[in-house]
């Protein structure tokens, strides 16, 4: 059986349907608390919950002695609490790299029928690069430049419901990952996919740049279910 919706819950709903519809506007300060407590028919204890929520959110924030503030919204601000309810573990981890390898497949088509002659020379420099920090087993500098890589690749696809669920990922990603360098073997192989997977693009490929995107997302999906098994953590594999 399906659960009503509490008060607080309807509160939120109707208050965030405002702010969408610009109903509530960027940098506006909401009435006072009581004007709240009046307008649903409710206890303050409810309102204030209501209010805490949409901050969580993103939505509003309250300032001590100013009031509750409207804050730019978008898709990205209602995706943010997804991050807290996730725990980093062997099945979550799997599913997260299951949705990255489908996302980023698709992502990886869509750069190959956008990419521009300076987008195919921007990845093409990153690719450069990463081998360089390869050879002079510069994990750091390579790991930098692997989320780089990714990031551009999402620039190229040119869709922003695609990024915004795309950072979404790998702020979740990001959250549970101790730094640790990689092997040599485990950065000499990401690289050559890396290659594989910018030739795709550049050629105006879309299937082979899926095919790559995906083969290296899943290949670095063992890797990192691996290191968790052994009780470690992968740094900003990507």
């Known amino acids: 059986m399906l659960q009503s919706k509490t008060k607080c819950d309807q509160i939120v709903e109707e208050i965030t349907s405002k702010i969408?519809?610009?109903?509530?506007?960027?940098?506006?300060v909401l009435q006072p608390e009581s004007y709240f407590v009046d307008y649903f028919g409710v206890g303050r204890g409810t309102i204030r919950e209501a209010f805490k929520k949409l901050n969580t959110l993103g939505l509003v924030t309250i300032k001590q002695g100013r009031g509750t503030i409207v804050n730019r919204a978008s898709l990205g601000n209602l995706m943010h609490p997804l991050y807290s309810a996730i725990v980093f573990?062997?099945?979550?981890?799997?599913q997260i790299y299951d949705v990255r390898a489908v996302l980023e497949a698709g992502i990886a088509g869509l750069a190959a029928?956008?990419?521009s002659e300076k987008d195919e020379d921007v990845l093409g420099r990153?690719?450069?690069?990463?081998?360089?920090a390869t050879k002079k087993r510069d994990s750091s500098t390579f790991s930098k430049l692997d989320i780089r890589f990714h990031e551009y690749i999402v620039e190229m696809a040119d869709n922003e419901v695609l990024k915004i669920i795309y950072n979404t990922i790998n702020d979740i990603i990001n959250k549970y990952i101790v730094e640790t360098n990689f092997s040599l073997e485990v950065?000499?192989?990401?690289?050559?996919?890396?290659?594989?997977?910018?030739?795709?693009?550049?050629?105006?490929?879309?299937d082979e740049a899926r095919y790559r995107m995906r083969?290296?997302?899943?290949v670095v999906r063992e890797y990192v279910l691996e290191q968790i098994e052994k009780g470690m953590f992968?740094?900003?594999i990507h």
Do not use: F, R, T, W
């Open 113 to 115: 029928m956008n990419s």
């Open 126 to 132: 990153l690719a450069d690069e990463m081998l360089a």
């Open 187 to 206: 950065i000499s192989e990401s690289a050559q996919s890396h290659y594989k997977i910018c030739e795709a693009i550049v050629s105006h490929n879309p």
């Open 215 to 218: 083969k290296h997302i899943e």
């Open 20 to 28: 969408l519809k610009g109903e509530y506007k960027e940098n506006e």
């Open 89 to 94: 573990n062997e099945y979550n981890a799997k």
């Open 234 to 236: 992968p740094i900003g």
